[in-house]
């Protein structure tokens, strides 16, 4: 799943027109970096959600042909944060674990790696957290040597959750419909044990305002010169 159905307040006045997973770096929108990485890995039922312009979404990505993918759209009438858009969409998404990436991240993160937690248990989740960016200097959680995902201390530096991460159907189990962020879940979640973690050293931008964008787009030009 694809998280693509957010207002993008920060990223004013860009998204008054456009929706930020439109936005493009690089040459291309940010939704298709994910969409081409999930296509390469062989992960071909895509299902994005979508509310701010999203029709604009559903016009540009279409079914997902061309990218020999298969998309489906779960449309809200407002955008419902993270955790309601995933409860929204478990109709699409089926009773077996699904990868979860966030529409407005750019990342070298190698998918593949997730593939080993396809069989997650039930009411279980798997984050991939990287180094705090300076707009979010102490981060979200800490992580164990064991892989577990543990509250971080008042104060002190943990890591910062990338908005990528492996989901079972379960966790959602216990949720109304409606209007939710994700984190009240996940400190549910970690506080009974069930979030593993791992941690990403690699290439990630979280693109939540113009100037993030404008950096990442040089940033991949310059990149793509330099190999073209």
Not at 15 to 26: F, I, R, S, V, Y
Request: aromatic share 6%.
């Amino acid at each position: 799943m694809i998280l693509a159905a957010g207002f993008g307040e920060r990223m004013r006045p860009l998204t008054e027109h456009t929706p930020k997973p439109l936005l493009q770096a690089g040459g291309r929108p940010l939704i298709a970096w994910h969409i081409e990485a999930l296509a390469a890995l062989g992960l071909d039922d895509l299902v994005i959600n979508v509310a701010h312009l999203g029709q604009q979404i559903v016009d540009w990505c279409g079914d997902g042909q061309r990218w020999g993918v298969r998309i489906r759209y779960s449309r809200e009438p407002e955008p419902l944060e993270t955790a309601g858009g995933i409860q929204r969409a478990l109709p699409l998404l089926g009773s077996a674990p699904f990868l979860v990436v966030n529409g407005d991240v750019w990342t070298e993160y190698p998918l593949q790696r997730l593939l080993a937690h396809a069989h997650l248990p039930d009411g279980t989740a798997h984050l991939v957290l990287v180094d705090n960016p300076p707009q979010h200097p102490l981060g979200d959680f800490q992580l164990t040597d064991s892989g577990r995902v543990v509250p971080r201390p008042p104060a002190a530096t943990g890591l910062t959750y990338a908005g990528i991460g492996v989901f079972s159907a379960g966790f959602f189990a216990d949720m109304a419909p409606g209007k939710l962020p994700l984190r009240p879940l996940l400190d549910t979640a970690i506080a009974a044990g069930r979030l593993s973690g791992e941690h990403f050293t690699g290439a990630w931008a979280d693109v939540g305002t113009p100037e993030r964008l404008q950096a990442l787009d040089a940033r991949l030009r310059a990149a793509a010169d330099s190999t073209g």
